[in-house]
């Protein structure tokens, strides 16, 4: 003995005719949908963000997975582009990056134009 078929959405009849999802008639009547509402700006703003006048000069990448060998890049505007892969070079290369700071030209042209 078998069981009896059900539907595979219980307490909902099934249905007898599929219909398709129709864009929503316009507003106007006119049937044409509308693409873009009105009053809102098609063109692309710049941007207002007024900066302070600072800028990135110096980059330190510092990736150290759990079980893998840690590895540090040092970039800098400069010129410099350093890498260093395993733990000791790693933290020597951090250290070097943070002394770049008062050795680099760029940074230094800045520090003393400020003062």
């Given amino acids: ?3 009896p ?8 009849p099934p249905t ?3 219909s398709l999802a129709e864009p929503a008639p316009a507003v106007s ?3 044409a ?12 703003r710049p941007d207002q963000q007024t ?7 110096a980059w330190l990448t510092i990736t150290a997975p759990r079980g893998a060998t840690p590895t540090a890049t040092s970039i800098c505007a400069c010129g410099r582009n350093l890498f260093a892969a395993g ?27 400020a003062a």
Avoid: F, W
Avoid at 33 to 44: I, M
């Fill in 51 to 57: 900066g302070d006048g600072r800028y990135p000069i």
């Fill in 16 to 18: 007898s005719r599929l």
């Fill in 87 to 113: 733990h000791h070079k790693a933290l020597a290369l951090i250290n070097d990056h943070t002394n770049h700071k008062t050795r680099c030209p760029l940074r230094a042209d800045q520090e003393g134009a």
């Fill in 33 to 44: 949908p509308k693409v873009v509402a009105e009053g809102v700006p098609t063109a692309v």
């Fill in 5 to 12: 078929l059900r539907s595979p959405l219980e307490g909902h």
């Fill in 1 to 3: 003995m078998s069981a």
């Fill in 29 to 31: 009547g006119s049937g």
